[in-house]
């Protein structure tokens, strides 16, 4: 059985070869185990390796515009795990954990070529993590306690924000901030912000800020988050360079999709601003002033549920249907979690949506599928589990869960908090396993 795996896997790595000839050798510099601190581990790193940061507290400082290209991991993702477990970084600095990593030129995310920070418990500082002309993924970390922005997004950055709890801002920032300055480059910019739950923060869960005014090459998937309880709107736009969220918004010219957002309790509403936003299947719950406000322009909106805040929309371009009746949520409770404002029975949003898949498919990411005749509107599908890091093997594929299964049986247990984090395997892949043989 062990020769077999053996040939398994070096048929896997010959496929590999055949298909991409640029092979990455990446290393795992495992703190403390091997380094006593982060930074000692990022002192010694090279674009592509990770840094693997065992369960513990640790203060932490990565600021400067740190222009590695790395994996900075949890050993366990703080969304789904114990407390014990958690990997905690108390900021030591301001701006904690900033990068200036470009995307390189073929404008596609390859391990090896922008930085990942997956898995944290981070406490403090203005901004926590900052993209300053970079390039990379924030996913699955819980962030906290921030002044400023618990997410940071300048220059020509190209942002996956996934899978993370932002909450408790403590002055005058934002869940994510992004300023869209000029980009020179081609092809458009893909920011993606997905499965968040952004709660409680001073002033809007997501700000985007236009620097130019004009039509920069960037679009926005914003999809399945729960913005709950912030001091301002859900989604706020301005214009010239000014952070200072207002009433009016601005009409920002950037395609954005909003679609399957769940937005709850904020002060000033769900919406403000936008000259080019789709924006379906969301819900928009008890929200203080407006729902949608100044969605114009482009814009258009409709298979949305809108219940109980003093206005549903003003200004906005709205389309039929629409559902205007209590969602009947379950799990209320706070602080949320990922089961948090799920859908009850005979909700009136169950098969209520619109098929929105080539909108995922568009910036290369799965649809999350559906039960019954149509999706449900909100960001969970009724009957619908807390998301994993795991992404779903593709039957009749060698896929990810097959590695890790040649990995146990080949390399060990201790191997076991290895995965991938984009759910492909590619030449980083590859080489770790060469690198164990």
Request: charge should be negative; glycine fraction near 10%; hydrophobic fraction near 40%.
């Given at each position: 059985?062990?020769?077999?795996?053996?040939?398994?896997?070096?048929?896997?790595?010959?496929?590999?070869?055949?298909?991409?000839?640029?092979?990455?050798?990446?290393?795992?510099?495992?703190?403390?185990?091997?380094?006593?601190?982060i930074e000692t581990a990022y002192d010694v790193a090279v674009h592509g390796d990770e840094i693997l940061v065992s369960p513990g507290t640790y203060l932490v400082c990565?600021?400067?515009?740190?222009?590695?290209?790395?994996?900075?991991?949890?050993?366990?993702?703080?969304?789904?795990?114990?407390?014990?477990?958690?990997?905690?970084?108390?900021?030591?600095?301001?701006?904690?954990?900033?990068?200036?990593?470009?995307?390189?030129?073929?404008?596609?995310?390859?391990?090896?070529?922008?930085?990942?920070?997956?898995?944290?418990?981070?406490?403090?500082?203005?901004?926590?993590?900052?993209?300053?002309?970079?390039?990379?993924?924030?996913?699955?970390?819980?962030?906290?306690?921030?002044?400023?922005?618990?997410?940071?997004?300048?220059?020509?950055?190209?942002?996956?924000?996934?899978?993370?709890?932002?909450?408790?801002?403590?002055?005058?920032?934002?869940?994510?901030?992004?300023?869209?300055?000029?980009?020179?480059?081609?092809?458009?910019?893909?920011?993606?912000?997905?499965?968040?739950?952004?709660?409680?923060?001073?002033?809007?869960?997501?700000?985007?800020?236009?620097?130019?005014?004009?039509?920069?090459?960037?679009?926005y998937l914003i999809a399945n988050n729960l913005f709950i309880n912030n001091g301002q709107a859900g989604i706020g736009t301005m214009g010239g360079g000014v952070s200072?969220?207002?009433?009016?918004?601005?009409?920002?010219?950037?395609?954005?999709?909003?679609?399957?957002?769940?937005?709850?309790?904020?002060?000033?509403?769900?919406?403000?601003?936008?000259?080019?936003?789709?924006?379906?299947?969301?819900?928009?719950?008890?929200?203080?002033?407006?729902?949608?406000?100044?969605?114009?322009?482009?814009?258009?909106?409709?298979?949305?549920?809108?219940?109980?805040?003093?206005?549903?929309?003003?200004?906005?371009?709205?389309?039929?249907?629409?559902?205007?009746?209590?969602?009947?949520?379950?799990?209320?409770?706070?602080?949320?979690?990922?089961?948090?404002?799920?859908?009850?029975?005979?909700?009136?949003?169950?098969?209520?949506?619109?098929?929105?898949?080539?909108?995922?498919?568009?910036?290369?990411?799965?649809?999350p599928g559906f039960q019954g005749n149509a999706p449900d509107l909100g960001w969970k599908e009724s009957g619908s589990t807390p998301p994993s890091s795991s992404p779903?093997?593709?039957?009749?594929?060698?896929?990810?869960?097959?590695?890790?299964?040649?990995?146990?049986?080949?390399?060990?247990?201790?191997?076991?908090?290895?995965?991938?984090?984009?759910?492909?395997?590619?030449?980083?892949?590859?080489?770790?396993?060469?690198?164990?043989?």
């Amino acid at each position: 059985m062990r020769n077999l795996q053996v040939l398994l896997i070096f048929f896997f790595l010959s496929i590999i070869f055949l298909i991409r000839p640029r092979l990455i050798l990446a290393s795992t510099l495992r703190v403390p185990l091997d380094y006593p601190s982060i930074e000692t581990a990022y002192d010694v790193a090279v674009h592509g390796d990770e840094i693997l940061v065992s369960p513990g507290t640790y203060l932490v400082c990565l600021s400067g515009n740190r222009n590695k290209r790395i994996v900075l991991r949890a050993q366990f993702p703080a969304t789904t795990s114990p407390t014990n477990q958690r990997s905690i970084l108390n900021s030591n600095c301001s701006h904690v954990i900033q990068f200036s990593t470009p995307l390189d030129g073929d404008g596609i995310f390859q391990q090896g070529d922008h930085v990942e920070f997956i898995g944290f418990v981070l406490n403090g500082s203005d901004d926590a993590f900052s993209y300053e002309v970079a390039s990379g993924i924030v996913r699955d970390n819980i962030i906290s306690g921030q002044s400023d922005d618990q997410v940071d997004i300048d220059g020509a950055s190209e942002a996956y924000v996934i899978g993370n709890i932002f909450k408790d801002g403590t002055s005058g920032g934002d869940g994510i901030e992004n300023r869209l300055h000029t980009v020179s480059r081609d092809p458009i910019l893909r920011m993606i912000f997905r499965n968040n739950i952004i709660y409680n923060d001073k002033k809007d869960a997501i700000q985007l800020i236009d620097e130019t005014g004009n039509l920069t090459p960037r679009k926005y998937l914003i999809a399945n988050n729960l913005f709950i309880n912030n001091g301002q709107a859900g989604i706020g736009t301005m214009g010239g360079g000014v952070s200072n969220q207002d009433e009016t918004g601005f009409p920002l010219p950037e395609l954005i999709y909003v679609i399957n957002n769940t937005f709850v309790g904020n002060s000033w509403g769900g919406i403000i601003g936008g000259a080019n936003m789709k924006v379906h299947n969301n819900i928009f719950y008890n929200n203080g002033k407006v729902d949608l406000k100044n969605v114009a322009g482009n814009s258009v909106a409709s298979h949305n549920l809108f219940f109980g805040s003093a206005t549903d929309y003003v200004n906005s371009n709205i389309q039929s249907p629409n559902v205007f009746a209590d969602p009947n949520f379950i799990n209320t409770s706070l602080p949320p979690n990922f089961e948090s404002f799920l859908l009850g029975a005979g909700s009136p949003a169950v098969d209520a949506g619109m098929v929105v898949n080539s909108i995922y498919t568009e910036f290369g990411v799965t649809p999350p599928g559906f039960q019954g005749n149509a999706p449900d509107l909100g960001w969970k599908e009724s009957g619908s589990t807390p998301p994993s890091s795991s992404p779903t093997p593709t039957p009749g594929q060698f896929t990810i869960t097959d590695l890790k299964v040649l990995l146990a049986g080949y390399l060990g247990p201790q191997n076991q908090s290895y995965f991938p984090l984009d759910g492909k395997i590619n030449m980083l892949d590859a080489g770790f396993v060469m690198a164990r043989l």
